[in-house]
């Protein structure tokens, strides 16, 4: 067996840390959505019964990543699993979930359309700004984005690794001093209504399967790097 496979397997040694908690979430928050539309569905028309508890699904796995780094990282290691074999696992790992999570809320949205919104006329997954008429095109708009967050926390998780807490806050003090300095910027040389123009009539395909990309590039790039270079 290859130690890129004896990484992989190390980090499936607790799927319901890896895998299920997103999907424990997308349940959690459809059945009190529709318990509460259920009950209050009366007092609200029909074209307002929008939610966002998709959110659930890709906020609950963002530590995810942080735990494999900052627990079965340095466990892998002490096996003898290289830093290179560790990273190409959580690689796969990353686009395994990827394809499971846009494929899986596809469907779960295709039962949302033929159940009439979970039999209470709900919008939780088809919502309009996401909407895609292919199955795979609404797989990518979905699977990418979770990549994309991945990838970022995993970064942040590289980071507190590496350069512990300390390095941690000054990564996020740089962060919002940059996000500052573009801002005003922006705002300066009167671009951001330019900007917010621009995404704004840009293909859904685009915001949310294209641009994402970048971000797996840059933080996940970044992140290879950093544990490449890390100390166990």
Known sequence: MSQTMKALRIQLLKPGTTFAIPWYSIGIAIAICMALFAVIGSQVPYHSRTTGALSAFYLSGLGVQPWLITQLFPFST??????????????????????IAGLGLALLN????????????????????????????????????????????????????????????????????????????????????HVGHFFGHQPMLADFALYPLALVVLFGGGWAVLMLRSRV
């Not at 002490?78 to 394809?99: C, H, P, Y």
């Not at 919104?117 to 919008?123: A, I, N, P, T, Y």
């Not at 008429?133 to 990838?151: D, E, H, K, R």
């Open 110 to 193: 295709k039962i949302e359309t033929g159940t009439h919104g979970w039999f209470v006329h709900l919008r939780l997954l088809d919502l309009p700004h996401i909407h895609q008429n292919n199955y795979f095109t609404q797989a990518l708009v979905y699977g990418i984005p979770m990549m994309a967050l991945t990838s970022v926390t995993a970064f942040v998780g590289a980071i507190f690794r590496i350069f512990g807490q300390l390095g941690l806050w000054l990564f996020f003090v740089a962060l919002a001093a940059v996000s500052a300095a573009v801002a005003a910027v922006l705002v300066l040389t009167h671009t951001i209504g």
């Open 78 to 99: 002490a096996l003898s699993i290289t830093r290179r074999a560790f990273v190409r696992a959580t690689a796969l790992l990353v686009a395994a979930e990827t394809v």
